[in-house]
T-cell receptor, first 116, second 110 residues
Framework: EPEVTQTPSHQVTQMGQEVILRCVPISNHLYFYWYRQILGQKVEFLVSFYNNEISEKSEIFDDQFSVERPDGSNFTLKIRSTKLEDSAMYFC??????????????FGPGTRLTVT | QKEVEQNSGPLSVPEGAIASLNCTYSDRGSQSFFWYRQYSGKSPELIMFIYSNGDKEDGRFTAQLNKASQYVSLLIRDSQPSDSATYLCAVILLNNDMRFGAGTRLTVKP
């Protein structure tokens, strides 16, 4: 069964450093998403991406964040200058928005980002 | 008003009982509703989706949607200890973004 994959599973970085989190969505999916979950809190939407551009973004997704689809398979989230409060689990998800209008999003296993 | 509200629990039921999880949402234009299960330290796993008013059954799970009341629920029949997890209600808003509730923690006691 196809699945969303993410690398690395755990990333430790120092405050102020740049990090890139990587995701490979399910191959026939057209919409891609990033979410974050701070420990003990709810899953929060960051950004959605379709047709090589950002579709929607939340207030969390400020100028420090960017997303890219550098090739036909990868989808990345970059945080330019990490802060302590960026420590969280980051989930990538993808969905197939076909003519049937299916919206189900499937999540990857997540990348735990720890900023020290 | 929060976009998606759930009772945080914990909800505790004995093995074999029916677990009932509830969710309300504020965006009246929402059309798509999802239940995810999340085990501690893991990612959300899609278990049910419902788009039309009424009931939708899949094995031991039944999702119920009432758009007039802006209410969606999940029933788990014959609850098993392996069902112990946090259940997340998610709603697609008019702008096509998905919003999650805070989740209800369910414990099924043997």
């Amino acid at each position: 069964e196809p699945e969303v994959t993410q690398t690395p599973s755990h990333q430790v970085t120092q405050m102020g450093q740049e990090v890139i989190l990587r995701c490979v969505p399910i191959s026939n999916h057209l919409y891609f998403y990033w979410y974050r979950q701070i420990l003990g809190q709810k899953v929060e939407f960051l950004v959605s991406f379709y047709n090589n551009e950002i579709s929607e973004k939340s207030e969390i997704f400020d100028d420090q964040f960017s997303v890219e689809r550098p090739d036909g398979s990868n989808f990345t989230l970059k945080i330019r200058s990490t802060k302590l409060e960026d420590s969280a689990m980051y989930f990538c998800a993808s969905s197939e928005m076909g003519t049937s209008g299916t919206y189900e999003q499937y999540f990857g296993p997540g990348t735990r980002l720890t900023v020290t | 008003q929060k976009e998606v509200e759930q009772n945080s629990g914990p909800l505790s039921v004995p093995e074999g009982a029916i677990a009932s999880l509830n969710c309300t949402y504020s965006d009246r234009g929402s059309q798509s509703f999802f239940w995810y299960r999340q085990y501690s330290g893991k990612s959300p796993e899609l278990i049910m989706f419902i788009y039309s008013n009424g009931d939708k059954e899949d094995g031991r799970f039944t999702a119920q949607l009432n758009k007039a009341s802006q209410y969606v629920s999940l029933l788990i029949r014959d609850s098993q200890p392996s069902d112990s997890a946090t259940y997340l209600c998610a709603v697609i808003l008019l702008n096509n973004d998905m919003r999650f509730g805070a989740g209800t923690r369910l414990t099924v006691k043997p």
